[in-house]
Nanobody, 115 residues
Framework: QVQLVESGGGLVQAGGSLRLSCAASRSIFRFNSMGWYRQAPGKQRELVAL???????NYADSVKGRFTISRDNAENTIYLQMNSLKPEDTAVYCCNANSRYGADWGQGTQVTVSS
């Protein structure tokens, strides 16, 4: 089992930016894909962005053009650069890693966007 530790959340005004990081305790080469999910109060968890081992990226329609997912294999870390943040982006953001052994999750980091 791998440990995933998120950081970088916080409080930001609408239109601002944040960069989330997810550090893995093992090499991220072992994962088929890694991604970011979010869950707002009273809502279901939703996929925000996904990146595969091959570098393919998928984004939720609501964040396309504003968020960018990237990975640093040497640092065993993935990132989520979030620009032009909106109040509706407020949620707990969790890191996810998928391998043939299953899925691992981080504890999450709170992102709050004020209007």
């Amino acid at each position: 089992q791998v440990q995933l530790v998120e950081s970088g959340g916080g409080l930001v005004q609408a239109g601002g930016s944040l960069r989330l990081s997810c550090a893995a305790s093992r090499s991220i080469f072992r994962f088929n894909s890694m991604g970011w999910y979010r869950q707002a109060p009273g809502k279901q968890r939703e996929l925000v962005a996904l990146i595969t081992t091959g570098g393919n990226r998928n984004y939720a329609d609501s964040v396309k053009g504003r968020f960018t997912i990237s990975r640093d294999n040497a640092e065993n870390t993935i990132y989520l650069q979030m620009n032009s943040l909106k109040p509706e982006d407020t949620a707990v953001y969790c890191c996810n890693a998928n391998s043939r052994y299953g899925a691992d999750w981080g504890q999450g980091t709170q992102v709050t966007v004020s209007s």
